[in-house]
């Protein structure tokens, strides 16, 4: 099991398009301190470097939806990926 199932499947169930969490609230989900390079954007970001697998970006995209840190540094916003057909 990968410490990210648990934030994949907090995504999952959203129906919203578009929210915020906050560090906390991530780590709360995943019950595990997130690593300082959570810190930096580029950690986050769904789109950017797709060859490189990391598995919170992973669970993110298996989610349905594109992470990217906020300008706080402390919070991530989680938007709907429009869907394929």
């Given at each position: 099991?990968?410490?990210y199932d648990?934030l994949?499947?907090?995504?999952?169930?959203?129906?919203?398009?578009?929210?915020?969490?906050?560090?906390?609230?991530i780590?709360a989900?995943?019950?595990?301190?997130?690593?300082?390079?959570?810190?930096?954007?580029?950690?986050w970001?769904?789109?950017?470097?797709?060859?490189?697998?990391?598995?919170q970006?992973?669970?993110c995209l298996e989610?349905?939806?594109i992470?990217t840190?906020?300008?706080?540094?402390k919070?991530?916003?989680?938007?709907?990926?429009p869907?394929?057909?």
């Open positions: 099991m990968n410490v648990p994949r499947d907090y995504l999952k169930a959203q129906k919203r398009p578009e929210f915020v969490l906050s560090f906390e609230q780590e989900i995943i019950d595990a301190a997130l690593p300082r390079a959570a810190q930096r954007a580029s950690w970001e769904t789109l950017r470097s797709p060859q490189e697998k990391m598995p970006r992973e669970a989610a349905g939806y992470a840190r906020q300008a706080d540094g919070s991530v916003k989680f938007k709907k990926m869907v394929r057909r």
